[in-house]
């Protein structure tokens, strides 16, 4: 178990940014699944035409990596490294 006094230690002690996606009115709802997963998708096909360091694609991997989980995310890129995705990238 981590202490708050801890936890608030390394806060004020390090230079923490945390970020998450930015509103999106496409999708309105606290549930945000399909955002997750259409940032996934959108992340993989810009890197797939102009590559994953290129300013546009990193908007789509700050956005999914904030959204998803890791767990999904693992999942999916072992079912894209295996063909088997069902997404457009």
């Known amino acids: 178990r981590i202490r708050p006094s801890t936890v ?5 002690s390090s230079e923490l940014k945390i970020e998450t996606a930015e509103h999106d009115d496409y999708f309105p709802t606290q549930n945000q699944t399909k955002h997750c997963w259409v940032r996934y998708c959108q992340f993989h096909r810009c890197a797939n035409k102009i590559g994953a360091e290129a300013p546009p694609c990193e908007v789509f991997r700050k956005a999914y990596k904030s959204l998803c989980p890791e767990m999904w995310t693992t999942k999916w890129d072992e079912q894209r490294e295996n063909g088997t995705f069902p997404g457009p990238v």
Do not use: R, T
């Open 8 to 12: 608030a230690a390394f806060v004020m």
